[in-house]
């Protein structure tokens, strides 16, 4: 069984560009959701993905956006970027739409200067 | 206004002994509760949950207890082991916002030899 993985591990940007992370979830999984880890904080969600569709979205700006592909991987897009987006970005897959057991991969940590 | 508070940034047990993680959270919709482990550069990792209609599940040395009307659960690990140190993150779900889970900002646990 193949476990959550995320691309790339470490990404540096420059304030105001746009960054996209990668996903390919659990297989079995059909379901993405994703969050943001601040430094010494939890992780906060910032949107969930079931079948190709938005299934629930957190407090985060518009500039946040993101796909989930036919075969259930998912991208997380950031446009404008601010100093403030520097965060480990993790993605969990579930079953289904209803489960809550969230699996996690090992995150993207993203630094914006 | 954080919802999910886990107030012990930080606790230290001897190897053997009972670790008690507390958490407390103020939304009574919340129907679902996880607890997660976190190593340094991994993902969080799923340990155990319990559903609102229930007051206590058990898997292995993990035990979940919630007290509903106190809005109060907590993790019980026994005994301890060196490798259970870790970052702990208690979390909810109130199925609002597809199965987003709403995460405390995390106990650290230091099992000692």
């Known amino acids: 069984e193949t476990g959550v993985t995320q691309s790339p591990t470490h990404l540096i940007k420059t304030r105001g560009q746009q960054v996209t992370l990668r996903c390919s979830s659990q297989?079995?999984?059909?379901?993405v959701s994703w969050y943001q880890q601040a430094l010494g904080q939890g992780p906060q969600f910032i949107f969930q993905?079931?079948?190709?569709?938005?299934?629930g979205r957190g407090n985060f700006p518009p500039r946040f956006s993101g796909l989930q592909f036919p075969n259930y991987s998912s991208e997380l897009n950031v446009n404008a970027l601010e100093l403030d987006d520097s965060a480990l970005y993790l993605c969990?897959?579930?079953?289904?739409?209803?489960?809550?057991?969230?699996?996690f991969g090992p995150g993207t940590r993203l630094t914006v200067t | 206004d954080q919802q999910v508070k886990q107030n012990s940034p930080s606790l230290s047990v001897q190897e053997g002994r009972i670790s008690i993680l507390n958490c407390d959270y103020t939304n009574s919709m919340f129907d679902y509760f996880l607890w997660y482990k976190k190593y340094p550069a991994e993902g969080p990792t799923f340990l155990i949950s319990?559903?609102?209609?229930?007051d206590k599940n058990e898997d292995g040395r993990f035990t979940v207890f919630l007290n509903k009307s106190a809005k109060h659960l907590s993790l019980h690990i026994v005994p301890s082991q060196p490798g259970d140190s870790a970052v702990y993150f208690c979390a909810a779900s109130d199925n609002q916002a597809g199965t987003a889970l709403i995460f405390g900002k995390g106990t650290t646990l230091s099992v000692s030899s």
């Open positions: 969990a897959s579930s079953q289904d739409q209803i489960s809550y057991e969230q699996y």
């Open positions: 993905y079931y079948r190709e569709e938005e299934n």
């Open positions: 319990i559903s609102s209609i229930k």
């Open positions: 297989s079995g999984h059909n379901t």
